[in-house]
Each structure stands twice: as C-alpha cells, then as structure tokens.
C-alpha cells in the first residue's frame, strides 16, 4: 500500500493516475481525501477518469452516500416494481369490470326483451280475455233472449189455450163463459172510463164473461185473467189493478192468473189482494175472490 506521504508529493492529477494505477483498491476513498483541493480541471480530469473506470462509480457512492440514499435505489426499483404490479392488478380489475359491465348490460337488455315479450304476451291474453268476456256477455245476452222468447212463446201458446178452452177452465164457475171481444170492451166502457184507463183494460191477456151458478145469485160476472207460463208478483198485480179499473166501471170482476208455475211472492200477494189462481185445471182462491168482485 503507498504512504500518505507518497501521494502527498503527487500532483493532483499524477496522484488520480497513481490511484488509477492501484485499480480497485479500498484505499482510493482515502487518498481522495488526503488529496488537495481540486480545481475545476482536476474535477474534470476525475470525471474523465470515472468515465474511463465506471467501476469506480460505486466505490465513491459507497464512501459519500449514506447506506439509506445507497439503498434507495433498490428501494425506488421495488416501488416501481410494486408499482407495475399494482398496475397490472387495477388493469386486471379494470378488464374485470368491464367484462363485469358488458355482462351486466347483456342481462339487462335480455330482462327489458323478456320484459316486453311478457307485456305482449299480458296483452294478448288480457286482449284475448276481453273477446271472451264479450263472447259470453253476448252468449249471455243471447241466452236470455232466447229465455225471454221462449217464455214469451209459452206464454202466447198458454193464452191461445186458455182462450181455446175457456169453457172447460172456468165452465165449473160460470155459465157459459166466453172470451170479450177488446172492441166490445171499448163501446162498454166509453162512456164509464177514460181512454187511458180502458187501454188498460183491453191490454189484459183474457177478458170473460158470464153468469154465475146456483147457488150463487145469477148476476153476471166478469174476468181479467193474466197468463204466463210462470206466474210472478208483476202478473198478480197487473190482474189486480185492472179488475179495478172493470169494477170502477160498476162491474163485478174477478181477477185470476193462470201459469205453469208460481213463485212464492206471487202466491202470498195474490192472496193479499183477492187474484184467484188457475193452474192444472183448478181455480184456488176462487171463493175469496168473488167476495171482493164488488
């Protein structure tokens, strides 16, 4: 190893070549130190000289820098590292996301096309729902129809054949009954009633005439029958009021309804008012009827 006081006697730039000479040496951060001050042409001779020797560089960072800034380097390349890394991983949580997001707006988009293809199909079938609904509404309306007319026909049908067989059905009440004519109602009738009252009259199904049997006093006496096949409270009532209207008039009336059948409302109002009731031939509530004819 050369003394302090060899290099000592050394220029500034023979001692950088006296310490080039030695190479990679431990002493060279010494005798830099123990070397005088450089001038800017010795700094340019020791750069030229780094240059030349590069491996010196870290040597001369060993000796001026701490072992915190000589490990900062390493430090700085494992943030930068950590750094790439973590770079990578929000690159790949980005990627995630995204594919995340693409799957998401393809469930979206296939839940709106179900949605829509649901709310067609809600509407076909409430569409659909409607028709029937005004199908059976019609079939409905058709059937009672069909009930009406049918009702209407039986009716009509009961009322030829009360009219046809009036001296079988009432011949064991009266003698010789027989249908009025509505014309022969209105010339009885003119000058006792007023023509709204009288239209009333002639609107009954059956008007009849005839006397009563012993033992009966013989006086004449007169019937307003309403026929329908099944005879309800609107019937005894219409029979009713117009034997009032005939009794008005100064006759003596009996009101009847003959049907088929009789609802229970029509059996209790019709004795509630005196009707007789001709069904099956026979004639209930006949006795108390005549009482009221008047």
Known sequence: MPSPTLINSLSPVSSLRSIAAIGERTLLGEAIIQSVAFTVNDLQDLTRLLRERPEWLSEIRRIVLTDELLALPALVRE????????????????????????????????????QRRNDERFAELAEAQRRTEEQLAELAEAQWRT?????????????????????AIFGGRLRKPKVVDAGDVWELLRERLDDEEIRQVVAADLIVRGR???????????????????????????????????RKAGLSVVPVVAGLRLTQGAAALSEEL????????????????VVRAG
């Open 79 to 114: 943030l930068v590292e950590a750094q790439r890394r973590n770079d990578e991983r929000f690159a790949e949580l980005a990627e995630a996301q995204r594919r995340t997001e693409e799957r998401l707006e393809q469930l979206i988009v296939r839940f709106e096309e179900a």
């Open 147 to 167: 009930e009406d007319q049918v009702a209407d026909l039986r009716g009509r049908m009961l009322e030829i054949e009360y009219r046809d067989k009036v001296g």
């Open 212 to 246: 009563q049997l012993p033992p009966q006093d013989e006086e004449e006496l007169w019937l307003v029958v309403e026929v329908s096949g099944v005879v309800d409270r609107s019937d005894v009532a219409r029979a009713a009021e117009r034997a009032a209207l005939l």
């Open 274 to 289: 005196g009707v007789a009731l001709a069904k099956n031939g026979g004639l209930a509530g006949w006795d108390e009827a």
